[in-house]
């Protein structure tokens, strides 16, 4: 396909992503640094999260957060 042939095709697909995203204003956002601890939990939790494949700790650590936010909301209301 030519040039001119993919942007009218593009045109044409309601659902295809713009392809002239301005970045100019965009900020690079560091998140924050974790604090490293030493934690005892039950063997099979950890394992349940090691089962889900790369990251568990930070999917351990999201629901954590989720658990916080719900007991801060909590105390709020």
């Known amino acids: 396909?030519?040039?001119?042939?993919?942007?009218e095709a593009v045109?044409?697909?309601q659902d295809a992503a713009r392809l002239d995203i301005d970045w100019?204003?965009?900020e690079v956002v560091v998140p924050a640094a974790k604090?490293?601890?030493?934690?005892?939990?039950?063997?099979?939790?950890v394992e349940y999260f090691k089962r889900?494949?790369?990251?568990?700790?930070t999917k351990i650590n999201?629901?954590?957060r989720s658990?916080?936010?719900?007991?801060k909301h909590r105390a709020k209301g």
């Open 62 to 64: 999201a629901v954590l």
């Open 52 to 57: 889900t494949g790369r990251g568990y700790q």
């Open 67 to 71: 658990y916080v936010q719900h007991e």
């Open 11 to 13: 045109a044409r697909d």
């Open 24 to 26: 100019s204003g965009a």
């Open 1 to 7: 396909m030519t040039d001119a042939e993919i942007d």
């Open 35 to 45: 604090q490293v601890i030493s934690i005892r939990l039950d063997r099979d939790v």
